[in-house]
């Protein structure tokens, strides 16, 4: 049984079978400009031979018009296979930046160890640097054809020459791709090192609020000194690597070409070639430059392209948290039934519609758990999450967001205006909904002065923590699922803010059926629910009212510590 593809030889096969037009029409204009090109001494040759050795005025005037021709097909060739691989790969750096992005923010979510720095690296480079397979599958074919055509010609004009690149360019060639998997291994720890290297700086970034907050920049910073140093060795080596494989290929082909013309003055000396031929020996030898370099560069920067396309194929082929389902959500009761996952240890909960349910725990692997069971993107390892009776896993997962809404702690907000981050979806332009559900969240402040047009740098940089949660409720709040989860959106606003949106929290989800649940520890947030359960030891400890709980030592102590 032949063995199976790696997934980034898979990739690189759907490449090329997607552009496979493009790619053919590049590999044939390019091919023909080499063959032009290669064909330029040997019109020489015969130009010195049939026209100047002869002195027909004719033969100059068609020598001189063939050359003209050969020129202008070996310019048009170029630039019209230009045109088709530079449109190919624009075409394919997009389609594989779709997939990745795709992948990564759709669906249930991969298993995957990398950054958020990393797969943004790889979504915008890797798919960049892969698409140029393309180009270099074009290259490679041309300057071959051209290797081919100029061997034929020194086989006609003497085979001594001819054996000789036969014999000589193929070890040549042999020899330069046998240092690709280097070249390779630099180059992919070079990317290895510059993705972690870029998600350090991600991470950095993104809380750098709170990392000032506790006084956190210095440590931070060191550990970003520690990447970008990995990463600059690594780039180091990669550049030394290619310098050297440069070096070596340069030499080795002008060496060849060096013996070539050599040899062939010394047949024109002793009258076995003619003058014409020694010119087209000589040209042919120069040009031999150019298609074994292209392979040469091509073998280089395979190398990169490879490592880009494994690190795009390691993400488009990673697996699902959970698996897809094909049934259609509908809006019921959420129920989670004796479930086990880490956290939990046999929890069972039950969310009805229209209720605003309080759900409380010390364990933060517990809140987790339960946050990422209601929203699907986890499958427990034993018991069932069902959603008006339907297994969550066996749901379609674009019916299951529009039917649940969980709102994560870690607040991420897109666009420039409070405007765009607040819009979840084209339909939602209502400016009147959108100043209410700022209202209900607390967060009018911020529309006082520009109202929904309020700037906003890259995730909201320019608010403060506390902003960036409200707005973030907001977003929620406006995209009025049936069921919408929140996880600690409360803690880092002060207390009278905490009252204020636990009562816009209420008074906005009320009615219609609508159930909310509040995974928090907040007082304020709690003392509004119909309901609140208290989760201890990954199981429900008690259930009731907020303020009959308080009588339970242990759930007093987690709420107002």
């Known amino acids: 049984m032949a063995a199976a593809k790696s997934p980034a030889r898979r990739l690189i096969g759907e490449m090329f079978r997607r552009q496979r037009r493009g790619v053919a029409l590049t590999a044939g204009f390019w091919s023909m400009h080499q063959v032009c090109e290669a064909l330029v001494p040997v019109a020489i040759g015969l130009v010195v031979d049939q026209a100047v050795g002869t002195g027909s005025g004719w033969a100059m005037v068609a020598s001189v018009l063939g050359i003209f021709g050969l020129f202008t097909a070996l310019t048009m060739g170029w630039r019209t296979g230009l045109w088709f691989v530079t449109r190919a790969e624009l075409d394919e750096a997009h389609l594989l930046r779709m997939q990745v992005v795709r992948r990564v923010v759709t669906g249930r979510g991969i298993s995957t160890d990398r950054q958020t ?7 915008t480079s890797d798919t960049a640097a892969s698409a140029e397979l393309l180009e270099l599958g074009s290259r490679v074919v041309s300057a071959s054809l051209g290797l081919v055509v100029s061997t034929v010609v020194l086989l006609r004009i003497d085979w001594s020459l001819g054996v000789g690149l036969v014999v000589g360019i193929p070890i040549l060639v042999l020899a330069l791709n046998a240092l690709g998997p280097i070249v390779e291994r630099h180059v992919s720890a070079q990317q290895e090192a510059l993705g972690q290297a870029a998600g350090t700086a991600s991470d950095l970034l993104t809380g750098l609020r709170p990392l000032r907050g506790f006084g956190g920049v210095d440590e931070a910073a060191r550990r970003y000194r520690g990447a970008s140093r990995t990463s600059l060795r690594a780039n ?5 690597a290619g310098s050297a494989f440069v070096s070596v290929s340069t030499f ?7 013996v070539v013309a050599a040899l062939s003055g010394w047949y024109a000396l002793r009258g076995r070639i003619t003058i014409g031929e020694l010119i087209t020996i000589v040209g042919l030898a120069a040009f031999i430059t150019d298609p074994v370099l292209n392979l040469a560069d091509c ?34 009761p959420l129920v ?10 046999g929890l069972s909960l039950t969310v009805a519609p229209g209720e605003l349910l309080g759900v409380v725990t010390a364990d933060l692997a517990a809140a987790e758990a339960v946050t990422d069971l209601l929203a699907g993107a986890r499958a427990p390892d034993r018991g069932r999450v069902t959603l008006a009776g339907t297994p969550l896993p066996e749901l379609d ?4 967001r529009r039917a649940v809404l969980v709102e994560p702690h870690t607040v991420d907000l897109f666009g420039e205006t409070v405007g765009e981050a607040l819009r979840t979806d084209d339909a939602q332009t209502d400016e009147h909904a959108m100043a209410a559900a700022m209202t209900a969240a607390s967060a009018g402040e911020l529309l006082a002065a520009d109202g929904l047009d309020h700037a906003l740098l890259d995730r909201g940089a ?16 406006l995209a009025d699922r049936p069921l919408t989860v929140f996880r600690d959106p409360t803690t880092a606003v002060d207390a009278v803010t905490e009252h204020a949106i636990a009562e816009g929290l209420r008074a906005h989800r009320a009615g219609d059926g609508r159930a909310t649940v509040l995974v928090t520890t907040s007082a304020p947030l709690l003392d509004r629910c119909d309901r609140v359960v208290f989760v201890d030891a990954g199981r429900v400890a008690a259930g009731g009212r907020h303020r009959e709980l308080l009588d339970l030592p242990a759930y007093a102590d987690v709420v107002l510590r």
Do not use: C
């Open 117 to 123: 720095g990393e797969l943004l690296s790889i979504a």
């Open 236 to 240: 180091i080596g990669a550049i030394k």
């Open 252 to 258: 080795t082909t002008s060496l060849l070409i060096a």
């Open 299 to 332: 073998v280089f920067r395979l190398a990169t392209a490879r490592a880009s396309a494994a690190r795009v194929a390691e993400v488009l082929a990673a697996p699902e948290r959970a698996a897809p389902g094909h049934t259609t959500a509908v809006p019921g």
């Open 336 to 345: 989670l039934d004796e479930v086990h996952t880490p956290g939990l240890d």
């Open 397 to 400: 997962i674009a019916s299951l």
């Open 462 to 477: 320019n608010l403060s923590g506390g902003q960036r949660q409200r707005v973030a409720v907001a977003r929620a709040l």
